[in-house]
C-alpha cells in the first residue's frame, strides 16, 4: 500500500517533472541564436523526453501499487486511466517527432527562423496535448491518492461483483 509519506513524495516528483515540462514548453523557442545553445537546449528537450517518459513509468507504478490491480481488476482501472494513459502517450510521440524535426532544421541553420507548415502544425499539436496532458495527468496523480484504491471497499466488492456476472 503506498503510504501517505510515500505518496507526498512520489506527487512532489511528478510535479517537478510537470514543471520542468512546462518550462522547457515555455522557453525553448526563445532559446535558439548561439551553436552552443542550440546544443544546451538539445539536451534540455532530450531531458524533457526522459522527464515525460519517467512520469509515464511512475503513473504505471502508482496504478499497479493499488489494491484493485491487486485484486485482479486491471480492466476496471485501465477504463477509470484511459483517457490519461492514451493522451501521455500521443504527446510522448508528438514530443519526440517535434524535437526531432526542430533540431533537424535549426542544426543545419541556426541564424534563420524557418516554420514549415507541417512543423507549425505539429508544433500546435504538441501544444494542445501538452495542456491537456499536464491536467488529465495532474489530475490522475491526485486520484490515486483516493484511499478507496488501496484498500478493500464495498464500492470494490461491487466492481468485482459485475466483472463476475
Known sequence: MLQTSNYSLVLSLQFLLLSYDLFVNS???LLRKAPVIQLVLFMC???QDIAV???III???MLFNTFVFQAGLVNLLFHKFKGTIILTAMYFALSISLHVWVMNL???NSNSF??????QTLFVFQRLAAVLYC???KRTAIRLGDPRFYQDSLWLRKE???VRR
Do not use: P
Not at 524557418?114 to 512543423?119: C, E, P, S, Y
Open 27 to 29: 522557453f525553448s523557442e
Open 45 to 47: 528537450v532530450h531531458i
Open 53 to 55: 517518459l519517467f512520469n
Open 59 to 61: 503513473i504505471f507504478l
Open 106 to 108: 535549426r542544426w543545419k
Open 114 to 119: 524557418i516554420w514549415t507548415d507541417g512543423l
Open 135 to 137: 491536467y488529465f495527468y
Open 160 to 162: 468485482f461483483m459485475q
